[in-house]
């Protein structure tokens, strides 16, 4: 790829989903707050709907792919944007996907033609934009060089451990560029996020759960299995040494707040890790104060752990 | 006759003597455990095509058994009854009533598709387990698993409203599923959520509660949606040998 990313990425359309208006606020908030502070700017894609996440694609691959492709619809049509950023693992998942099918099978094409059609709006077609991840953004469209002389070690002495999740590099189909030479993201060892921290000082530590499922899409219908899968992210990244996690999705970063307090209910097991947003981490870094990151609508309390640290 | 797991050596097949002397040798304990022979007269020849006529099985008929999908499985190594690989052999062979014998566990399968990305054949296991969990259900041979009926309230607001709402998603659940909505966890996790949350913030998750977030000009997508899952889904009725218009 022709690396004019600091430049196409300087405006992008933003795609919050519905997490980040519901449970994720925090995501939402810290995003908007670091976007703003490194001079990168975010315009919501207009009048956006649900990607479809897991549940819809269980009930209908179609529907799911339909709805992912009425986003980017919206973003080339509406915003007249080139590049749409999906904080959401989810969301960024599932625009990948539907770009993925659009472009493979002939059946999700002519279905997303023909609802486009009645829905009243243009149809989408796979290459009129590019979707990228939160961590994307921040890396390319900002610069890492860049982001090192903003942020002079502001996470000093907090041990962190990364976690990426399940749809932010699986399936490999859908992500074929990753794991495939120069600085591409690896579907089994993602750094992105273990990057951009170590620039704002953080300590990461070595976590061999990075790409370790949470459980989400059973967390209410089949919360026994979530509570054990939690509580192996929650006791290695201690193993490890962390004193926080730091997440880049907002069903696993709500999942990981959830049977946190349901390990300690339910099984007596008691974690001490707190879970925090990665783009919260930066933004503190960068002398944003916690309220401006969301840090107190965060179900799990990191304030005084940070505070004690001299971070927040 | 193929060796597959589980069925070398059944409980039921086991015949236990606690105090049994022969010739004044004590010989108790379990006899049988030997492979019985047996010839398998009910295949359901149709199996692995009612799979793939399911949202996700499409591609099973790929499968060339190298186990990748189970050796890399999230629920296996918690459970190791769960089992992608054997299921799916099972199908292709059309060995419905072994399948049965497992089936309030295939619908556990939690998406994280580390079986996909691992599988060679690109048979996309997840999708699969997503298919078979459907047709169990679609044929009556398991209740609405809690998992479908997530998917399906979801589902439902997304296609009338465009977004969803997770507060209203979490309470209609537990009303479906007949679930306290105050379990001690749960009203644990409200307590630490509200605690911190400026009143501001509140009122916002209390207002998106009472008045749905909407996508505008929605209208005709919700048409085109329900016109599309209710076409979807009489195609899989047929399939199935059912009804179209159940």
């Given at each position: 790829m022709q690396d004019?990313?600091?430049?196409?990425?300087?405006?992008?359309?933003?795609?919050?989903?519905?997490?980040?208006?519901?449970?994720?606020?925090?995501?939402?908030?810290?995003?908007?707050?670091?976007?703003?502070?490194?001079?990168?700017?975010?315009?919501?894609?207009?009048?956006?709907?649900?990607?479809?996440?897991?549940?819809?694609?269980?009930?209908?691959?179609?529907?799911?792919?339909?709805?992912s492709s009425r986003v980017m619809s919206q973003a080339v049509h509406k915003n007249k944007a080139e590049v749409v950023m999906a904080p959401c693992n989810g969301c960024y998942h599932n625009l990948k996907k539907a770009?993925?099918?659009?472009?493979?099978?002939?059946?999700?094409?002519?279905?997303?033609?023909?609802?486009?059609?009645?829905?009243?709006?243009?149809?989408?077609?796979?290459?009129?934009?590019?979707?990228?991840?939160?961590?994307?953004?921040?890396?390319?469209?900002?610069?890492?060089?860049?982001?090192?002389?903003?942020?002079?070690?502001?996470?000093?002495?907090l041990k962190v451990a990364n976690y990426y999740g399940c749809m932010y590099t699986r399936p490999r189909h859908i992500f074929p560029e990753k794991g495939h030479g120069g600085d591409s993201e690896s579907f089994k060892d993602p750094h992105y996020m273990d990057d951009l921290l170590a620039i704002a000082g953080a300590e990461n530590v070595e976590f061999p759960l990075k790409t370790a499922c949470c459980g989400g899409a059973h967390t209410l219908s089949d919360s026994d299995m979530s509570t054990k899968l939690v509580l192996n992210i929650l006791e290695a990244a201690e193993a490890a040494g962390a004193e926080v996690i730091a997440t880049e999705c907002p069903t696993c970063h709500s999942g990981l707040e959830m049977h946190q307090i349901r390990a300690l209910k339910k099984l007596s097991k008691d974690t001490k890790v707190k879970v925090v947003y990665f783009t919260q981490l930066l933004g503190l870094a960068m002398g944003l104060s916690p309220r401006k990151v969301g840090l107190h609508a965060n179900v799990s309390q990191s304030i005084p752990l940070l505070k004690a640290k001299g971070i927040a | 006759m193929p060796i597959h797991e589980k069925s070398l050596i059944r409980p039921e097949n086991l015949s236990t003597h606690d105090n049994l002397v022969i010739d004044g040798v004590d010989v108790s304990g379990d006899f049988s455990t030997f492979i019985r022979s047996?010839?398998?007269?009910?295949?359901?020849?149709?199996?692995?095509?009612?799979?793939?006529?399911?949202?996700?099985?499409?591609?099973?008929?790929?499968?060339?058994?190298?186990?990748?999908?189970?050796?890399?499985?999230?629920?296996?190594?918690?459970?190791?009854?769960?089992?992608?690989?054997?299921?799916?052999?099972?199908?292709?062979?059309?060995?419905?009533?072994?399948?049965?014998?497992?089936?309030?566990?295939?619908?556990?399968?939690?998406?994280?598709?580390?079986?996909?990305?691992?599988?060679?054949?690109?048979?996309?296991?997840?999708?699969?387990?997503?298919?078979?969990?459907?047709?169990?259900?679609?044929?009556?041979?398991?209740?609405?698993?809690n998992s479908l009926i997530f998917d399906e309230i979801f589902t439902d607001q997304v296609v009338e409203y465009g977004r969803i709402e997770d507060g209203r998603v979490l309470m209609e659940f537990m009303k479906k599923t007949d679930q306290p909505l105050l379990q001690d966890w749960l009203v644990d996790l409200v307590k630490k959520l509200v605690s911190g949350l400026?009143?501001?913030?509140?009122?916002?998750?209390?207002?998106?509660?009472?008045?749905?977030?909407?996508?505008?000009?929605?209208?005709?997508?919700?048409?085109?949606?329900?016109?599309?899952?209710?076409?979807?889904?009489?195609?899989?009725?047929?399939?199935?040998?059912?009804?179209?218009?159940?």
């Open positions: 004019n990313r600091k430049e196409r990425y300087k405006t992008v359309a933003y795609y919050p989903g519905c997490a980040l208006e519901g449970t994720g606020q925090p995501y939402d908030i810290s995003t908007r707050a670091v976007g703003k502070k490194l001079g990168l700017k975010l315009e919501e894609v207009k009048d956006w709907n649900c990607c479809g996440a897991m549940e819809v694609k269980n009930i209908d691959l179609e529907v799911q792919t339909y709805l770009e993925y099918d659009l472009s493979h099978k002939e059946k999700s094409k002519a279905t997303v033609e023909k609802i486009s059609a009645k829905a009243g709006h243009e149809a989408y077609h796979p290459g009129e934009i590019e979707t990228i991840h939160a961590l994307d953004w921040i890396k390319f469209g900002y610069g890492e060089e860049e982001l090192k002389a903003k942020i002079k070690g502001g996470l000093k002495g | 047996r010839v398998v007269t009910d295949y359901n020849e149709d199996l692995q095509d009612e799979i793939a006529a399911m949202p996700g099985g499409e591609y099973i008929h790929r499968c060339w058994q190298c186990g990748s999908c189970t050796n890399s499985c999230t629920v296996n190594a918690e459970n190791p009854d769960f089992n992608p690989r054997y299921w799916i052999y099972l199908i292709r062979m059309g060995m419905e009533s072994e399948l049965l014998r497992d089936k309030d566990i295939i619908w556990q399968c939690v998406s994280c598709n580390k079986c996909t990305s691992a599988c060679p054949r690109d048979v996309v296991p997840e999708g699969v387990m997503k298919a078979t969990a459907h047709w169990l259900e679609m044929k009556g041979h398991t209740p609405k698993s400026p009143l501001k913030a509140l009122s916002k998750m209390g207002w998106s509660t009472l008045f749905h977030p909407k996508t505008s000009d929605w209208s005709k997508a919700r048409d085109a949606l329900r016109e599309h899952i209710a076409e979807e889904k009489a195609k899989q009725h047929a399939a199935l040998g059912m009804d179209p218009a159940e």
